[in-house]
Each structure stands twice: as structure tokens, then as C-alpha cells.
């Protein structure tokens, strides 16, 4: 019994070490011009000039394994795309929109009969939930898109361009 506890107290202890340990903030003057994500890792990388500049740790969509094949599917997609919106105004604390779907997403689920989806983003919490921090790292939550921890995607928003690659990787 008092090894019960003993691990009980030291697995709380080490939760909230990890939920309260500040990560590495990215450098103000940076010029991201990469996005890369491991799916399978649940990483995202943020490159420049070939050099690693951050690590994020993410969640997914509700069904994560395999690229998205229609709307409602809640898969993240796989494939090279860009970053084509920032959205101050998002319900989920900043986003940052990717180009799917492309040509042959369109074309897949048109074969299918059905609708690519859409909407695909980067983004933080959802608006009024931002206490959960990193604990939302413990599930895919998501219809198909990334998600960070708010802070994460002030850092993202503020530094990533619009029309900067992002190749999602299985």
C-alpha cells in the first residue's frame, strides 16, 4: 500500500513538473521557411535555411492514421501544401490555414463521391480552454487539423509567412 502511494505521489509529481516546465522560446528574429510534421511522432518541426529551429509537440485528428479522404473523415491530411491564411479572430486561439485541399484531394474524394473537406489548420485551443496547456497533448481532439498549445501559436502565428511550405508527413 505505501508503494502505492509513494508512485501516486511521485506520477503527480511528475505531471505537474511537465505541465509547468517552460519550453525554449523561438528567437524573435527568425524566418521560418519550413513547416515539417510527424504525424506518427506527433512533431511538428519549424525549419530555416536547413537548420532546425523548434519543436512542437501536437495533436491530431480524431483518426489520425492515413491522409484525409472527405470531409468528416477527421484524418489530418498527408502531403505538401502551404500556409495560406492567418486568422486573428479564430475560435480556436489563432490559426494558421494550409492549402488543403489541393488538386488531388479534389480529385480523390470526387471519385469517391464525396467532399474533400476543408478548413484544415494549425491552431491553438479551443477559445476559453487555453488552461488545458499541454494537456490536450493526451488525445487527437481534432477534426483533421494540428493543434498546439496557445502560446505555441502566438510563437507560430507570429513567426511563419503566408505561402511558406508545409509537407505533412505520415
Not at 58 to 65: E, F, M, R, T
Not at 77 to 86: A, F, Q, W
Request: hydrophobic letters at 35%; glycine letters at 8%; proline letters at 6%.
Amino acid at each position: 500500500m505505501k508503494i502505492a502511494v509513494r508512485l501516486f505521489f511521485l506520477s503527480v509529481f511528475i505531471l505537474v513538473l511537465y505541465l509547468l516546465w517552460p519550453s525554449k522560446a523561438l528567437p524573435d528574429q527568425v524566418d521560418p521557411d519550413r513547416v515539417l510534421v510527424y504525424k506518427s511522432a506527433y512533431r511538428l518541426e519549424l525549419w530555416s535555411q536547413n537548420q532546425l529551429l523548434k519543436t512542437y509537440r501536437i495533436s491530431l485528428g480524431q483518426n489520425p492514421v492515413g491522409h484525409k479522404q472527405f470531409e468528416g473523415d477527421s484524418r489530418t491530411p498527408e502531403g505538401r501544401y502551404t500556409i495560406d491564411s492567418k486568422n486573428p479572430h479564430s475560435a480556436y486561439h489563432l490559426n494558421l490555414g494550409i492549402s488543403y485541399p489541393g488538386p488531388s484531394d479534389k480529385q480523390r474524394a470526387q471519385q469517391a463521391g464525396k467532399n474533400p473537406g476543408s478548413d484544415i489548420k494549425i491552431h491553438g485551443l479551443r477559445n476559453g480552454w487555453g488552461f488545458i496547456g499541454k494537456l490536450h497533448r493526451l488525445t487527437n481532439w481534432t477534426d483533421g487539423c494540428i493543434a498546439v498549445t496557445n502560446k505555441e501559436i502566438e510563437e507560430l502565428y507570429h513567426a511563419v509567412d503566408i505561402g511558406t511550405p508545409i509537407e505533412i508527413k505520415p
